[in-house]
């Protein structure tokens, strides 16, 4: 199958989904478009008892898909600037320390739990995991993801440092989970030997540290441009083409693209909207990425549940993921809750932030791609995709389908 012909069947079929669940089943757009996803994914599953022929060339057309290149190469470049272009980074500076904390204390500190916890339980539960290859996990299940969320969090009246944490958090800590990932990777393969603790501090700076000013470079450039013209056709082609160009050049120069493209995005949205953009510019660029944002949500959730065809669920696998969604959830609220205590005479969040930013940090589709990105040559690479998939399913739908009764619980004078 031609790429111009799976992209129209992906498009077809998101665009139906969608509408379904806006005319029907009425859910939060990534959550109700995952569910028929994965239901339609249940059926074709069905279907293979009565036409196996039929089911295999499904299976074989999903498979051609290669996700974890779909997401990296194309797909979080624009989603994570749209995120940050649409993220109000002047209130986001007020609650800089609570974010920057739970993005890189958080996620390494998870990832150190999740990553020792998953050793001790697959050896408990028989199953041999390298330390190595548990905590290449941890790296990769502790990122959160905005997305499922942010049209829960919209319809209710959260304290404003508590969604921009949510949010905020979720932005930067997607580049520090893929940093960390590609760091642990790297010894899994090559070996703890070949590289020191240096080397890998090094490594991690060099992909954080460049990213970050990368993205400030980055989101000067289109700053300036924007500036010196108004032409609203113009700027809105200037932001894709940095999006575009930037992320290929960040890739070519071996630092973090994500982190890249937040900084890049919460500069755009900030100094261009009030600086360089008229009115209507702003207005263009703003619907444009908006658009974009809400078109790429809709294929990635449904390539999530289409994932459902080509993962090999082994009956033994059951157990393990089920005690590693328990302790997924456990790490991230001791890894929230631990800076919190540190931190908190400097930060604005009550006692109860630390549930709310437990139970609002869904996974999503980045995780699932880093786990599909794992070389088949390693050692239970289907065991970490399975348990990494479930945990995603339990977080996007258990999660946010429970959070609004949460919030209500929580926040009763606010939703």
Known sequence: MNVFTLITLLIVISALFAYLNTRWLK?????GIMVLSLGFSAVLISINAIQPTWFTLVRQTVAEIDFGRVLFDVMLSFLLFAGAFHTDATQLRVERRSVMLFALVGVLLSTTLVGTGLYLVADWLGFTLSFTLCLL??????????????????????????????VGESLFNDGVGVVAFATIYQIVVNGSESISMGEIALLFLEEAGGGVLFGLALGYGMYWLLRSINHYQTEVIITIAGVMGGYLLAQKLHI?????????GLFVGDHAREEAMSHQTEEYVDKFWELI????????????GLELLIIDFQS????????TIVLVLLARFISIWIP???ARRWLDLDHRAPIMLTWGGLRGGLSIAMA???????????????????VVLFSVIGQGLTLERLIRRLYPAES
């Open 293 to 304: 944002d809400s078109i790429l949500n809709a294929l990635l959730f449904v390539l999530i």
């Open 316 to 323: 033994g696998f059951w157990l393990i993921c089920v005690v």
């Open 27 to 31: 859910l939060p757009d990534a959550i």
């Open 137 to 166: 996990f941890g790296a990769l299940i502790s990122p959160t993801d905005p997305i499922a969320v942010l049209g829960i969090l919209a319809k209710f009246k959260l304290p404003e440092s508590v969604k921009l944490n949510i």
């Open 340 to 342: 919190f205590r540190l």
């Open 256 to 264: 973090s693209g994500p982190l890249a493209m937040v900084v890049a």
């Open 372 to 390: 599909l990105s794992i070389p088949n040559e390693l050692p239970q690479k289907d065991l970490l995709v399975t348990i990494t998939y479930g």
